[in-house]
């Protein structure tokens, strides 16, 4: 399998790590640690060192209450950065909803948009839609996400019920609308959006039940690090969990990358880079032995 991006067709056969670039001041994973636009661009540098194989960049925080950024602000956060991402000989992604941020990030040369809306938001201005500019750009990749409300009010009221037939018969519903615009298969990219308005246990039969989502044909891509729902399964207590630092999420991190990729995902979406190639090359070898074995 293939994802087929605006300058790259990325080979699939192997798991692919997503490094994160959070251009953001109030991010919940690493605190605006990234906000400046050095300490942006360093990031990146030291994500592909780090042996990320993708890039993705983004400017609006979208955590649980998070507000609605302006197009303007988030264009200042993200052009920069994503100029420089493309000299790095990696796969560029945005991490954006906004029709013209992706309009703007694909006409700079980026490669993906990675949207938490699956194209579905809409300007209140009127203007392009995001289905418009991932039309108009015939090459580029486009990773749709499936989430229940929005940032303001997805974790007030989770969903209800057994959330996998949810999620996949909304992407199923999202790319099929899509494909019938005449975007090909090969650019499109699903999420079950781990966190995105699911309970704990919501975000673990999802992890659990992964190869339902594989049925659909696409590309998987499994963003679990640094979640709450990690948090919740591994601390002591209920208070410790609202509190659980970064690298205290680092272990449960990897070791929920490396389940999602045990069961089927193609790219896992992280923080921790290093650690995370690093399980990965574990778990590769492995693999490698088990098929010599039959």
């Not at 959006?193 to 039940?209: C, E, P």
Request: glycine share 8%; with cysteine.
């Amino acid at each position: 399998m293939h994802w087929q991006t605006s300058r790259f067709s990325i080979d699939l056969s192997t798991p692919k790590v997503m490094g994160i670039v959070n251009v953001t001041p109030d991010s919940f994973s690493d605190g605006g640690a990234f906000a400046t636009r050095d300490a942006a661009l360093a990031h990146c540098e030291r994500l592909v060192e780090d042996g990320a194989d993708l890039l993705d960049i983004g400017g609006e925080s979208t955590r649980p209450g998070a507000i609605a950024l302006p197009v303007e602000d988030e264009l200042e956060r993200v052009l920069p950065v994503v100029r420089h991402a493309i000299t790095l000989g990696v796969p560029v992604s945005v991490d954006t909803y906004k029709p013209q941020v992706m309009q703007a990030v694909l006409d700079l040369g980026a490669d993906i948009i990675n949207d938490i809306w699956a194209l579905r938001w809409r300007d209140d201005g009127g203007g392009s839609s995001g289905v418009d500019v991932i039309r108009q750009h015939p090459q580029c990749g486009v990773c749709l996400m499936h989430m229940h409300r929005n940032p303001q009010t997805m974790q007030l009221a989770p969903m209800e019920g057994d959330v996998v037939p949810q999620v996949l018969s909304f992407l199923e519903h999202v790319t099929q609308d899509l494909r019938g615009l005449g975007v090909a298969k090969t650019r499109i990219c699903i999420d079950p959006g781990i966190g995105f308005g699911k309970t704990v246990q919501q975000n673990f039969s999802l992890l659990a039940r992964q190869s339902d989502l594989l049925a659909l044909g696409y590309p998987v891509l499994a963003g679990w690090s640094r979640k709450s729902s990690l948090a919740a399964v591994t601390a002591r207590s209920l208070a410790a969990a609202a509190t659980l630092g970064i690298r205290e999420r680092l272990v449960p991190s990897v070791t929920a990358a490396l389940l999602a990729v045990q069961n089927g995902a193609h790219i896992v979406r992280v923080h921790d880079v290093k650690e995370t190639v690093q399980a990965l090359k574990v778990w590769s070898a492995m693999q490698q032995q088990g098929l010599k074995k039959t």
